[in-house]
């Protein structure tokens, strides 16, 4: 995207009620992705049909990356982005207190009508975190029952 497209974006996200920061991510877009190497994965898809992918490395219970992929609007990226920089480097019992108020003054503020998609990030990392300790619980079950066999 060359300036003159960046500045008409940033000006149309503006007049639609997007920060400087959450406009930020939009357009630069650095947590989006998906980690190859990744421990688990998420995909939880929003009532209003926006998509998202949670991908995390974890290095015991601390969360060494993730990246989120998005299928939806620019709220929809912000929201994924913002919640990719609060867990990064956190423990997972830390991550899950994150909550809107947390992730609101990371990204400042999106119009009222895309507070729906801040939810939706909030849900992905969620039951993303739900899934892998479940499954970290089952192969740890699994495991001690081999063991005691």
């Given at each position: ?9 940033r ?20 947590q ?7 421990d ?8 209003c ?21 998005v299928?939806g609007c620019?709220?929809a990226?912000a ?21 809107l ?12 009508q ?11 990392l969620?039951?993303?975190l ?9 192969e740890?079950?699994?495991?001690n029952?081999?063991?005691a066999g």
């Amino acid at each position: 995207m060359g300036k003159a497209e960046e500045d008409q974006m940033r000006e149309m996200l503006a007049e639609a009620g997007y920060s400087d920061k959450a406009i930020d991510y939009v357009l630069s877009k650095e947590q989006i992705g998906v980690l190859e190497e990744a421990d688990h994965s998420t995909l939880v898809k929003g009532p209003c049909g926006d998509t998202m992918r949670i991908s995390l490395k974890l290095d015991g219970d601390k969360i060494q990356d993730a990246k989120m992929e998005v299928l939806g609007c620019p709220g929809a990226v912000a929201s994924a982005c913002a919640v990719i920089d609060l867990v990064k480097g956190k423990k997972m019992e830390e991550a899950e207190k994150i909550d809107l108020e947390s992730l609101f003054k990371v990204v400042e503020k999106l119009p009222d009508q895309k507070v729906h998609c801040a939810k939706l990030a909030l849900a992905t990392l969620k039951r993303a975190l739900r899934e892998y300790k479940e499954k970290a619980g089952k192969e740890s079950q699994k495991d001690n029952a081999e063991v005691a066999g």
